[in-house]
């Protein structure tokens, strides 16, 4: 492998100084045009390429973004990802993907690990784990330190930034009335996520729709679990009322889970029990039927906070307020409902 040449050995062999040859590869006005193409052409021929390290201690910038996930196996998450990849390629940034598996603990060592100068900002995801214990220190303290932080879909009042979320309670209130719209009457709810706030916000909206428009609301109709432990139990036992003809899912999972235990039962979907769920994820287009689901934009959560991250690096000087930038979501119509009631 051949040695990378240096501005140093440049300037050496064109008989200039290392300041000039340093200007002329940025093409400043200070230098003529004539230096520059000279030192251009020679710099080009010889393969030069900058020091990025070099680059980043002296202009105190690294142009590399953290990025904090807490579910590689999640399909959502998958997408948020994507939209951070392609935003941050965009603006010239690169990235250090780190996954917490939704532990406080990792969350803990990647952001001691990252925040010694490696990165120059953050993107993250909490973890279930530092939602439960309700410690959000560490990342309290990387205001103190001047590095900036976004967070997203999952997020604590707790902690001042800027913050990339979707109305889960409006979101949640839509689906249901969805299902109302399709002249169900007694719809249920089943959630894996009750856990997080996110988890709870749906359930909210959930409640709320029944109760303005005078439906059926009873707590059994309601299965709220903090993971997918017992998922399918929950289920059949929610099911064993044949009078259920619409439910909500939080996740995909549950969706899945539903859709089998009612084919097991003999019941329909979409005829006897229509089905809708959320994320709209690999799963709901794959299962049979296709899910109507409640979309929330994974890619586009993912390029508004690495956007307003970047806007809050390059302006450092200027200390904006902190913002909440809501995502609006939508009903992606599939096979799992029936088709809208036309009233008189």
Do not use: W
């Amino acid at each position: 492998m051949n040695k990378r040449i240096t501005i140093k050995e440049i300037a050496k062999v064109l008989g200039v100084s290392v300041s000039t040859v340093s200007k002329a590869l940025h093409d400043s006005y200070e230098i003529s045009t004539e230096t520059k193409k000279r030192v251009q052409e020679y710099a080009k021929a010889q393969n030069y390429k900058p020091n990025s390290l070099a680059l980043s201690l002296q202009n105190k910038r690294t142009k590399t973004i953290g990025v904090l996930v807490p579910n590689i196996l999640n399909t959502f998450f998958a997408r948020v990802l994507n939209g951070i990849e392609c935003e941050a390629t965009k603006h010239g940034y690169k990235l250090i993907t780190c996954f917490t598996n939704e532990s406080y603990q990792k969350e803990v060592d990647t952001i001691e690990m990252l925040a010694n100068g490696t990165i120059d900002g953050f993107l993250a995801c909490l973890s279930q784990e530092t939602l439960k214990m309700e410690k959000f220190d560490h990342f309290q303290e990387l205001e103190g330190q001047d590095i900036p932080l976004v967070l997203y879909d999952r997020v604590s009042s707790k902690i001042n930034c800027d913050k990339v979320v979707i109305d889960n309670v409006k979101s949640a209130y839509k689906a249901t009335k969805y299902l109302m719209n399709l002249n169900c009457k007694n719809i249920a709810f089943i959630s894996t996520i009750h856990g997080l706030n996110v988890g709870k916000f749906r359930a909210k909206g959930y409640k709320k729709v029944l109760k303005k428009y005078n439906q059926n609301f009873s707590k059994k109709n309601m299965v709220k679990l903090e993971s997918k432990e017992n998922l399918r139990k929950n289920i059949e036992k929610l099911l064993k009322d044949d009078t259920i003809d619409g439910i909500f899912t939080v996740d995909e999972t549950s969706a899945a889970t539903a859709i089998q235990v009612l084919n097991e039962l003999g019941r329909k979907v979409p005829e006897d029990v229509s089905l809708i769920g959320f994320t709209n994820g690999i799963l709901s287009k794959h299962i049979s039927p296709p899910l109507t689901t409640v979309n929330q934009f994974g890619e586009k959560i993912g390029e508004n906070a690495t956007r307003m991250l970047i806007e809050r690096l390059e302006n450092k000087g200027e200390a904006a307020p902190y913002s909440v930038n809501l995502i609006r979501t939508e009903i992606i119509e599939r096979k799992s409902t029936r088709r809208y009631v036309v009233k008189a």
